[in-house]
């Protein structure tokens, strides 16, 4: 770990709008729903994140222990497969890197799990280094439950297919394996800056 960190990817505010924007990418004002399933509405009582899978020991938070962490608040540009891409969007949510703390692990990637069956994967890096957050707001608001509130991953850097709505855990793997869209054709990794939306991509 640095003591100085020149941030991921510098500071997108700095850039010049459309050097913001990925290639075959067109940005939208409103905040499209996509969701493969119906929303769930899970009780905050018996509500539960977990981390598991190869740890030494599974974490698990409840509802009101994961509001207890320190959160923060981020700004960041955010990129649909479908070709939306939303600027400056504002979330409150826990770093993944809150998480992980204490966390003993060998594994490299990660099976985001959420209500309603829906999975992701990435590489654990992806997770790390101020890159990803557990957010249960937006703008201001508590995240409404279409776009996956009570809590959704937010991996902005990501296609937001990676972004796990009503996300209730991470399953640490030592080998890379398929979620749900990854399973229909979509890109193990990606990254929208080199276009990864399809295998072979
Ligand atoms: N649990 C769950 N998370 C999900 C999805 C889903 O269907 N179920 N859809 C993904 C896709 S394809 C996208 S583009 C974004 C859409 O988030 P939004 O509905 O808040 O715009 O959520 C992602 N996370
Ligand atoms: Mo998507």
Same mark, same amino acid.
């Given at each position: 770990m640095s003591f100085v960190s020149r941030g &991921? #990817?510098?500071? $997108?505010? =700095? #850039?010049?709008?459309?050097?913001? +924007? /990925? /290639?075959?990418?067109? +940005?939208?004002? =409103? &905040? /499209?729903?996509? $969701?493969?399933?119906? *929303? /769930?509405?899970? $009780?905050? =009582? *018996?509500?539960t994140f977990s981390i598991e899978g190869e740890v030494d020991e599974t974490k698990r938070w409840t509802w009101a222990e994961m509001r207890a962490l320190p959160s923060e608040t981020v700004t960041r540009d955010i990129h649909c497969v479908t070709k939306w891409s939303k600027l400056d969007t504002t979330w409150e949510g826990v770093s993944v890197d809150t998480l992980l703390a204490g966390v003993e692990t060998a594994a490299d990637y990660v099976m985001a799990f959420c209500d309603g069956g829906y999975t992701t994967n990435l590489p654990l890096e992806d997770l790390t280094g101020g890159k990803a957050w557990i957010a249960f707001a937006f703008d201001g608001e508590p995240l409404e439950s279409q776009h996956g509130g009570p809590a959704r991953l937010l991996v902005p850097h990501l296609y937001f297919w990676k972004s796990a709505k009503w996300v209730r855990g991470l399953r640490l793997m030592n080998e890379d394996s398929p979620g749900f869209w990854e399973t229909y054709g979509y890109h193990m990794y990606g990254d929208p800056w080199l276009e990864q939306r399809y295998s072979g991509d």
């Open positions: &991921f #990817k510098g500071r $997108s505010r =700095d #850039k010049p709008r459309d050097a913001r +924007v /990925p /290639p075959g990418q067109y +940005v939208v004002h =409103d &905040f /499209p729903v996509l $969701s493969a399933g119906p *929303t /769930p509405q899970p $009780s905050l =009582d *018996t509500w």
